[in-house]
């Protein structure tokens, strides 16, 4: 019987133990939290988006996202909802593609996921973190505090550095890179963004909805739409999450980031000025920022008219037309500077990671070192928001548990 060491266990861990140990391994999960599965309780604010009914290779980031293609084929939709089921856990399949537990509680995810490798045998040490892995002839010795262990395959599965308080270490890239492999650099993804502007902190706490467009060496590359959110470091939101991974990326990579936020985006620009000029017309003795209170929230109207050096108290109707049309630009098109990420600890993911290029997508075993896998973050492939990470996490554990059990 085949003696694996599976280090990590989080999403993709428990999916190859799993696997594995239901092909007749002999299965040893470390993980070095009091319990597995962390990062499965916090997920989707504790209702885990596990997975999405649609996927492909293009919700993913990473020098090379197709190396996705097959994992993700070998676990389609209908696939996982059976696995699934085989575990006692039932789904509920949003409109939008996005599957949670039926319970709308993360918590059923991990009881299911427990159970079922306890039944399948797998042994789980908690509170034992891995130091180090080395190979010997055949033999791969896996040690930890107070052990040396062998075995005849090893999964790294640690996942990646974001959100550190719940145990997120970065010691996979360190293994990895000791058998020869590379680290792509890492950066925060699915996080809040820094911004440098003298006013944004004031509107802290001012939530509204918007069309964020994320601009790199001033190109437009990406426009999302949704929830923002102004803090006192900078911006946060779901818009905000959809297009930090560029952001973050060009961040990291010495490149200008900005975003443009247009406040009221069903309007095009012409029909927008149309409105505010019916407005003000309507309203003449009224000042300029109680007359913008009726298009936009109050705090973002303050700012937003300083920004165009207007003030407050100036009534409508002695707005110049220049003063007009500047008011309408900001309202569709306010820019801020993005200074940096809000960094690993509130990130949700990391880009980057141990390279693909010398993993096998058909196995996920190393091609450098026989006998050695990898499986979910720990790997240079970050997804998007919506299920995506824990898709490939399931996706890429389940061909390793399997690939290591058949060998
Ligand atoms: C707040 C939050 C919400 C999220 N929500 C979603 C969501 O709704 N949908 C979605 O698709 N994705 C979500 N994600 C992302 C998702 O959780 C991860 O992509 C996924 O967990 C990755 O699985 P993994 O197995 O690769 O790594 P992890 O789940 O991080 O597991 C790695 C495990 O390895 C352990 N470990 C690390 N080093 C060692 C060591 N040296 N020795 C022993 N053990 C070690 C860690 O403690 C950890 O338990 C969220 C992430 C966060 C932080």
Redesign the pocket.
Known sequence: MKKIAI???????LMAALTAARAGSDVTM????SG?????L???NGR???INTTVSYEDYAGADPQFVTYALKQLGFSYFEKFCHSIGLLLDIKEDGRCYPLSNEAKSVLIAFKSAVSDAGVRICTE????AISKKDTQFIVETDNNKMLYDKVLI????E??PQ????A??YIFAKRFGHEILPTYPSLVQLHLVSKNHHKMAGVKTTAEVTLIIDGKSKEKIQGDILFAAYGISGLAILDISQKASYALHTKQRVSIALNLLPRYDRATLTNMIEKLFSSVPKHDVHTALCGLIPAKIATYLLEDAAISLSSTVSSLSPKEIKKLTHLIGEWKFEVSDTHGFKHA??SGGGVSTAHINNKTMESTLIEGLYF????LDIV?RRG?????F?WAS?MIAGKEMAKK
């Open positions: 280090i990590g266990g989080g999403a993709s861990g470390y993980e070095h939290n597995v599965g962390k990062k499965i916090a997920s989707g885990c988006n596990i034992t973190i891995v130091s599965a640690t996942g990646s974001a959100a719940l145990g997120a270490t010691d996979g949700e993911v499986a979910g973050e720990v997804g299920g995506y990470n824990f898709n996490a554990g």
